[in-house]
Nanobody, 122 residues
Framework: QIQLVETGGGLVQAGGSLRLSCTFSGGTFNNYGMGWFRQAPGKEREFVAAISWTVSFTQYGDSVKDRFTISRDNFKNTAYLQMNNLKREDSAVYYC???????????????WGQGTQVTVSS
């Protein structure tokens, strides 16, 4: 059974940085695409970023391009989301997502983490 566990959320001031981690277990990490989505209160879940299992392809939502960076370490079975220059509108619960294909805004993976809260204060 695939399990995803996110860590690294918290409270940060606008302009600051956070790094989220997603630890994968229960399968062969190298065979799975990884992605991050987020959901703010009263809003739909939004695509943030995705990375292929080969690390050769990354994709970002328009609102986070040039500020967020997705990466993965296939030896540690972990995906990361480095978030820089955070804005108040980045406040949300961030979810790790995975599937045995290229995860993206229109093709979510079958597996989700429990979510980690990111709050950006002004």
């Amino acid at each position: 059974q695939i399990q995803l566990v996110e860590t690294g959320g918290g409270l940060v001031q606008a302009g600051g940085s956070l790094r989220l981690s997603c630890t994968f277990s229960g399968g062969t990490f190298n065979n799975y695409g990884m992605g991050w989505f987020r959901q703010a209160p009263g809003k739909e879940r939004e695509f943030v970023a995705a990375i292929s299992w080969t690390v050769s392809f990354t994709q970002y939502g328009d609102s986070v391009k040039d500020r967020f960076t997705i990466s993965r370490d296939n030896f540690k079975n972990t995906a990361y989301l480095q978030m820089n220059n955070l804005k108040r509108e980045d406040s949300a619960v961030y979810y790790c997502n995975s599937g045995p294909w290229q995860v993206g805004p229109n093709n979510k993976g079958d597996y989700w983490g429990q979510g980690t809260q990111v709050t950006v204060s002004s």
